[in-house]
């Protein structure tokens, strides 16, 4: 674009050389191209700027240019060693030495150069995927850089919206889980109404060696990283990073927005704020306010949401994910302090504190009575559960009658065998059978295999068989069956 504004300038420039010539005037000739060239050129590179990043919880500010610019990001990946928790070290991968890494605003339509550069002191190659990329891993294969060199990849920032960005590099799950992951803001043409508070918060997991507060410098681990069952939740790289003196503010009257990203690398954050109801939300990081008057909202893992609050009375209120255990022992607690006029129409404060002293005992509702077993079989039940059995396992080799086969499956029907021993029938039907046997006078040496029936199964169906055909008439219940090695 620029280029082209150059040679037109050049060339309407000569125009105006040639027409002046044709004048014969001096002054013209010389200046009137001058100042034509020099008006395209300035314009022309008004429109190529540096963004400036910030770090948490700071948002770059916002940008008034009505126009398309060209924007050059300049990071930097550098591995450090810092505070987890108080008396807790790690070895952090990083955006710009700081987890998470600087936040990036463009405006919509922008050109990005996007410069990375991976400190000489790395021990890891290091990339960077964004989510506001369109093209092949968000622009990761593009900056694949190795320590002491840097890449550089151009993208135009089509979709506006809050988008997060990453680390790429194999082991990619690593990467993120060691703190490389940031947020990028692609301003819309038309920008979100002015807020007069804009913060930038990212929450994430870390997975140590040691649990929860074990001192010293923890390494990563991987075994807890695969499980999904991290040692530490916390908000902007460390517990306690937004909590007293280093809170957010606003003042009681002021409009808030948090740009709020999720790292992950695994969890979803439940975000919510103790004391404040979102006035909108632009869920999962687009530029439309869908929803208001939300509690908690949803912020996926690699995810973002954009939301904006008043604030209408002073006090501390409370960031947390509202999986609430992460909270108070794992450290995703922020602080956002307001501070103002107190209005005790909106909030009253402690009104009362009195003795209460109830008659008569402790009332209780909750169920208390226990559920009765499930109900007993009716026999009929049992007979048609059994029939059931008997047709889809034993009349294969017994037949439908119960009659067997001369000389193979001994009978069931009016066996002797059977009827003779109600405990013996019950360990044939659980162990199977094999050896000689007589039933009713006829030998049979064949194999009974174990059939893999249930105690419920085995007693129905013997007592469907026993309650058939002229036979005894027994009960077979599942306790007997259950009984018997
Ligand atoms: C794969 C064929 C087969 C199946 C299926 C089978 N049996 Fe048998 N059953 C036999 C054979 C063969 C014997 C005789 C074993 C021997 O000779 O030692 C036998 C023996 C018996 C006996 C003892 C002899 C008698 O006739 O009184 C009973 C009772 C019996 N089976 C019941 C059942 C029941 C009930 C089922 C279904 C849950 C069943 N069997 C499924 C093959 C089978
Ligand atoms: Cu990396």
């Known amino acids: 674009m620029f280029y082209y504004l150059i040679i037109y300038g050049y060339q309407i420039g000569k125009m105006v050389i040639k027409m002046n010539r044709k004048k014969n005037n001096n002054i013209f000739r010389s200046i009137v191209p001058i100042i ?13 700027e540096e963004a400036k990043l910030t770090f948490a919880p700071e948002v770059p500010p916002e940008i008034t240019r009505s126009s398309e610019a060209k924007v050059i990001v300049n990071m930097e990946t550098v591995e450090v060693v810092g505070r987890l928790a108080d008396g807790v070290e790690y070895t952090f991968w990083t955006f710009g030495g700081s987890v ?36 092949p891993g968000g622009g990761a294969a593009a900056s694949l850089t190795v320590p002491g060199r840097s890449s550089k990849f151009s993208f135009k920032a ?32 038309n920008n979100l109404p002015k807020v007069d508070k804009e913060y930038y918060i990212v929450q994430s997991e870390f997975y140590t060696k040691g649990k929860h507060g074990a001192s010293g410098l923890q390494p990563f681990d991987m075994e807890k990283a695969v499980a999904e069952n991290p040692d530490y939740v916390v908000f902007n790289g460390s517990v306690g ?25 695994n969890l979803i954050s439940s975000f919510h704020v103790i004391g404040e109801i979102f006035d909108k939300v632009y869920t999962e990081g687009g530029i439309k306010a869908n929803q208001e008057n939300v509690q908690t909202t949803l912020v996926p893992a690699g995810g973002s949401v954009i939301v904006d609050f008043k604030v209408d009375v002073p006090g501390t209120l409370i960031l947390v994910d509202h999986s609430i255990f992460r909270t108070f022992n794992k450290g995703s ?70 009659q067997g086969v001369a000389g ?78």
Not at 167 to 187: D, E, F, K, R, W
Not at 247 to 264: S, Y
Not at 454 to 471: C, F, Q, R
């Open 241 to 265: 990073s937004m909590v007293e003196d280093r809170a957010i503010t606003a003042k009681v009257g002021e409009t808030v927005r948090l740009f709020v990203g999720n790292g992950g690398p």
């Open 100 to 135: 998470p890494g600087p936040m990036v605003r463009v405006r919509e339509g922008d050109e990005v150069e996007f410069n990375l550069h991976n400190h000489p002191s790395s021990k890891m190659p290091h990339n960077i995927d964004l989510h506001a990329v369109t093209g």
């Open 36 to 48: 034509l060239m020099g008006l395209i050129v300035s314009c022309g590179e008004a429109k190529i």
């Open 408 to 485: 193979v499956f001994p009978p069931v029907a009016k066996s002797d065998y059977l009827n003779a021993d109600k405990i013996r029938a019950i360990k044939v039907l659980k162990h199977g059978l094999s050896g000689k046997i007589t039933v009713n006078g006829v030998t049979y040496n064949n194999v009974m295999p174990e059939l893999e029936l249930s105690n419920e199964e085995i007693a129905s169906v013997l007592t469907y068989v026993y309650n058939k055909w002229d036979n005894k008439g027994f009960t077979v219940t599942e306790d007997e069956v259950r009984a018997i090695k």
């Open 333 to 402: 607690l922020g602080m956002l302090k307001v501070e103002g006029e107190p209005n005790e129409k909106i909030y009253s404060g402690k009104q009362e504190d009195i003795v209460y002293l109830p008659e008569g005992p402790a009332i209780q509702r909750m169920v208390t009575e226990v559920k009765p077993a499930a109900k007993a079989k009716s026999k009929e039940e049992i007979l048609e559960h059994g029939e059931r059995v008997y047709n889809s396992t034993c009349s294969a080799c017994h037949m439908k009658e119960g």
């Open 158 to 189: 089509l979709n506006p919206g809050l988008y997060i960005y990453h680390c790429a590099t194999s082991p990619v799950g690593m990467h993120i889980a060691n703190g490389m992951y940031g947020l990028i803001y692609v301003q819309p043409k």
